[in-house]
């Protein structure tokens, strides 16, 4: 016989348990709430897309209607079939359909859940092709209206929601609702790191310290101003070629994604093929970088490049640019091609943009609506550095917002250690004055390539650029896409020019070491070729990474070799590096 007071019992503590829970559930989620409304301005909030979606579906009243009627006749359909299969009590087959997001097995062995899931994505597509299909809108209407419409899409998508996700339902009965405890005093805390706004942990942040376990490669701070520190690394050969490589990296992130940890660094790389490296650690920016300009930005570059030249004993070096550290250095070489100076010998660009026309979707960002609100984001002259971060953020919000959203606070998983994540989590803010710039001057009038771009005086353009360059795409690339890349090569001299295609994204496909086996790369002649599918019809794929045949272009650009050198001989060392500069953490102010 049972022991039914035993069980009672059992029933009774775990019923308390239950209640306990989602007692601190309640109480979290106030915390959370009212942690959030604090400083909330985000730029594409979910009121704002349905608002410009509505605007759109309404342009062409009759044919709404006629889509709508269709739209319910077919959901009707998938109801019926639903019923079918439910009171035939015979499971939907797995379908593989709505990507890994439904891959739990609820969404297909349980009718209802099925039925839930393919009405999402029956939903999904009508209302994307009613957008797309949507009267008198410009091709930049037409783009930022797609973008809005996958966005709103993507946040209504039912695994986002405790009741909808059979995973999430099934983990709170198992765990008397434990994971929902975990979960919001995560997002408390995550809102609290945001200084009031939801800062979603994708890795351990604690898993990993700059200087630690990333930016490992030795080197010295050797000099300091205003917007930047300059790293020299320290030699690994006895000898090194004697033209040094100054590198550029983005100021809208911290430089060391090129540098993320022995394996996987390129300034480790370099230095152990005999070059003699330096790198620009750009600073964390607040109130006193107010009134920075491209123009300072720019002069603070050509600073370095004389300390560079001071540092090492040489009249000219080799130059690299990443992502925007690219699109600086193009003007800045047109204005050293027109200017007659000789200080770079030449330059390489990683997946970087210099022609605008077609920018990709960070282009949505660009005009004069989203100027101004920007414009107002910045009362002390700087752009918070959760802004940019979340504008990326939602480029890929189904990876890496709403994934987070069901793991972490629905489910109650921490995430993995992951070091690529927690550089992406490590957000740099940028001077207003400059960020206006560059996105009314590149993104919306594309004045660099037309020959419109004024620098330090001088009025330049592609044309302008003598200097032999490396031009490096990616072919996933979300962020500087490589036909936009291929466009801003091909203004340039094609027969001065290397262009590469590698492959993967914007940031797989340049930190690809050579032992890491993965990917390709092509190459091929520039000339005579009109757009990238021309050029990849006589591309030839290599496997492998493209580091290889960057360093035996840059090598026959480098000179001799010398005696390697002592980091700080001449100008002397501040610090040891990565620095003070990269280690300021805006979530941590």
Same mark, same amino acid.
């Given at each position: 016989?049972?022991?039914?007071?035993?069980?009672?019992?059992? /029933?009774?503590?775990?019923?308390?348990?239950?209640?306990?829970?989602?007692?601190?559930?309640?109480?979290?989620?106030?915390?959370?709430?009212?942690?959030?409304?604090?400083?909330?301005?985000?730029?594409?909030?979910?009121?704002?897309?349905?608002?410009?979606?509505?605007?759109?579906?309404?342009?062409?009243?009759?044919?709404?209607?006629?889509?709508?009627?269709?739209?319910?006749?077919?959901?009707?359909?998938?109801?019926?079939?639903?019923?079918?299969?439910?009171?035939?009590?015979?499971?939907?087959?797995?379908?593989?359909?709505?990507?890994?997001?439904?891959?739990?097995? %609820?969404?297909?062995?349980?009718?209802?859940?099925?039925?839930?899931?393919?009405?999402?994505?029956?939903?999904?597509?009508?209302?994307?092709?009613?957008?797309?299909?949507?009267?008198?809108?410009?091709?930049?209407?037409?783009?930022?209206?797609?973008?809005?419409?996958?966005?709103?899409?993507?946040?209504?998508?039912?695994?986002?929601?405790?009741?909808?996700?059979?995973?999430?339902?099934?983990?709170?009965?198992?765990?008397?609702?434990?994971?929902?405890?975990?979960?919001?005093? +995560?997002?408390?805390?995550?809102?609290?790191?945001?200084?009031?706004?939801?800062?979603?942990?994708?890795?351990? +942040?604690?898993?990993?310290?700059?200087?630690?376990?990333?930016?490992? !490669?030795?080197?010295?701070?050797?000099?300091?101003?205003?917007?930047? #520190?300059?790293?020299?690394?320290?030699?690994?050969?006895? #000898?090194?070629?004697?033209?040094?490589?100054?590198?550029?990296?983005?100021?809208?992130?911290?430089?060391?994604?090129?540098?993320?940890?022995?394996?996987?660094?390129? +300034?480790?790389?370099?230095?152990?093929?005999?070059?003699?490296?330096?790198?620009?650690?750009?600073?964390?920016?607040?109130?006193?970088?107010?009134?920075?300009?491209?123009?300072?930005?720019?002069?603070?570059?050509?600073?370095?490049?004389?300390?560079?030249?001071?540092?090492?004993?040489?009249?000219?070096?080799?130059?690299?640019?990443?992502?925007?550290? %690219?699109?600086?250095?193009? @003007?800045? +070489?047109?204005?050293?091609?027109? !200017?007659?100076?000789?200080?770079?010998?030449?330059? !390489?660009?990683?997946?970087? #943009?210099?022609?605008?026309?077609?920018?990709?979707?960070?282009?949505?960002?660009?005009?004069?609506?989203?100027?101004?609100?920007?414009?107002?984001?910045?009362?002390?002259?700087?752009?918070?550095?959760?802004?940019?971060?979340?504008?990326?953020?939602?480029?890929?919000?189904?990876?890496?917002?709403?994934?987070?959203?069901?793991?972490?606070?629905?489910?109650?998983?921490?995430?993995?250690?992951?070091? /690529?994540?927690?550089?992406?989590?490590?957000?740099?803010?940028?001077?207003?004055?400059?960020?206006?710039?560059?996105?009314?001057?590149?993104?919306?009038?594309?004045?660099?390539?037309?020959?419109?771009?004024?620098? /330090?005086?001088? #009025?330049?353009?592609?044309?302008?650029?003598?200097? @032999?360059?490396?031009?490096?795409? !990616?072919?996933?690339?979300?962020?500087? @896409?490589?036909?936009?890349?291929?466009?801003?090569?091909?203004?340039?001299?094609?027969?001065?020019?290397?262009?590469?295609?590698?492959?993967?994204?914007?940031?797989?496909?340049?930190?690809?070491?050579?032992?890491?086996?993965?990917?390709?790369?092509?190459?091929?002649?520039?000339?005579?070729?009109?757009?990238?599918?021309?050029?990849?019809?006589?591309?030839?794929?290599?496997?492998?990474?493209?580091?290889?045949?960057?360093?035996?272009?840059?090598?026959?650009?480098?000179?001799?070799?010398?005696?390697?050198?002592? @980091?700080?001989?001449?100008?002397?060392? /501040?610090?040891?590096?990565?620095?003070?500069?990269?280690?300021?953490?805006?979530?941590?102010?």
């Amino acid at each position: 016989m049972s022991d039914k007071p035993t069980e009672m019992n059992e /029933l009774f503590h775990q019923g308390q348990e239950v209640a306990q829970n989602f007692a601190q559930i309640a109480d979290l989620s106030m915390k959370v709430w009212q942690a959030a409304l604090e400083g909330q301005n985000d730029a594409v909030s979910p009121a704002k897309a349905l608002m410009e979606i509505n605007k759109a579906l309404w342009s062409s009243p009759e044919d709404l209607a006629r889509a709508t009627q269709e739209y319910w006749l077919a959901q009707q359909s998938l109801w019926l079939k639903t019923l079918v299969r439910w009171n035939a009590d015979t499971p939907p087959e797995p379908d593989g359909k709505g990507g890994k997001r439904f891959s739990h097995k %609820g969404w297909s062995e349980n009718a209802l859940f099925d039925y839930i899931k393919n009405a999402y994505l029956f939903t999904a597509d009508w209302l994307q092709q009613q957008v797309a299909e949507a009267d008198g809108l410009s091709d930049a209407e037409r783009k930022k209206l797609a973008f809005y419409t996958r966005n709103y899409v993507e946040s209504i998508h039912p695994a986002n929601f405790f009741a909808l996700n059979p995973e999430v339902l099934e983990a709170t009965a198992e765990q008397n609702g434990e994971n929902l405890v975990r979960g919001l005093q +995560m997002m408390l805390e995550d809102v609290e790191r945001g200084h009031g706004k939801l800062l979603i942990r994708r890795t351990d +942040m604690d898993a990993f310290k700059v200087g630690r376990d990333m930016a490992v !490669t030795p080197g010295k701070v050797i000099w300091q101003n205003n917007v930047l #520190q300059l790293i020299q690394y320290a030699p690994s050969t006895k #000898q090194v070629y004697e033209k040094p490589l100054l590198f550029v990296p983005p100021w809208i992130n911290k430089f060391y994604i090129l540098d993320l940890n022995e394996k996987k660094s390129l +300034m480790k790389y370099l230095v152990g093929k005999g070059y003699t490296v330096f790198i620009i650690s750009w600073v964390n920016p607040d109130e006193k970088q107010r009134d920075e300009s491209w123009d300072s930005y720019s002069q603070a570059v050509l600073d370095t490049v004389d300390v560079v030249l001071k540092e090492t004993g040489q009249k000219s070096l080799n130059i690299g640019g990443y992502c925007v550290g %690219g699109t600086l250095l193009g @003007p800045l +070489m047109a204005y050293l091609g027109k !200017t007659k100076d000789k200080r770079v010998s030449s330059a !390489t660009m990683f997946t970087t #943009q210099l022609e605008f026309s077609d920018a990709g979707e960070l282009q949505i960002f660009a005009d004069e609506e989203s100027l101004e609100a920007l414009q107002e984001q910045m009362p002390d002259g700087y752009l918070p550095a959760q802004t940019m971060a979340s504008s990326f953020n939602m480029l890929r919000a189904s990876d890496l917002i709403w994934s987070y959203v069901v793991n972490n606070y629905l489910l109650g998983k921490e995430p993995f250690p992951f070091d /690529l994540l927690y550089w992406n989590a490590d957000s740099t803010g940028m001077p207003g004055k400059l960020h206006l710039y560059y996105l009314r001057r590149f993104y919306m009038e594309n004045a660099f390539a037309t020959g419109e771009f004024e620098l /330090l005086g001088e #009025q330049v353009g592609p044309k302008d650029v003598t200097a @032999p360059l490396y031009h490096v795409a !990616t072919k996933e690339d979300h962020i500087a @896409p490589a036909a936009s890349v291929f466009r801003g090569a091909k203004k340039m001299n094609p027969a001065n020019t290397r262009f590469i295609l590698a492959g993967s994204g914007h940031i797989a496909g340049v930190v690809n070491p050579p032992d890491s086996g993965k990917y390709q790369y092509w190459t091929g002649d520039l000339e005579g070729k009109a757009a990238l599918p021309d050029w990849l019809e006589t591309a030839v794929e290599t496997p492998g990474s493209w580091w290889g045949d960057w360093h035996k272009w840059l090598a026959k650009r480098s000179g001799k070799k010398v005696t390697a050198r002592i @980091p700080g001989n001449i100008s002397g060392v /501040l610090e040891e590096a990565p620095g003070s500069f990269v280690r300021d953490r805006f979530d941590l102010r």
